[in-house]
């Protein structure tokens, strides 16, 4: 059983960011790579039952999961039919746990 996966708002600009903050060719291809690299690893992940995931336990998130993947941080909601990216963030800019 495979999932859909859609991409929030917040995680395209995120993106968009992250791919403007490169200046150098090489550093362009390589933050390619690495978003293409995370978006394999999310659809691995939404066609499993059991996930290597972590539930963040904030006041805040209602089934927000997460999972570390090249010091980033890629949190997601998931439901029965649904996986939605919420947010990328490197692992050094989180200051307390999850």
Not at 67 to 79: G, P
């Amino acid at each position: 059983m495979q999932r859909q996966i859609t991409a929030s708002k917040s995680f395209k600009k995120q993106v968009e960011k992250y791919l403007i903050y490169k200046d150098s060719v090489q550093e362009k291809k390589q933050s390619f790579d690495k978003l293409n690299t995370i978006y394999f690893e999310v659809e691995k992940i939404s066609k499993l039952t059991t996930f290597p995931c972590k539930k963040v336990q904030y006041r805040n998130s209602k089934n927000l999961q997460y999972f570390v993947f090249q010091k980033h941080h890629i949190l997601f909601k998931l439901t029965s039919t649904h996986l939605q990216l919420m947010y990328f963030v490197a692992s050094k800019r989180i200051k307390k746990s999850l």
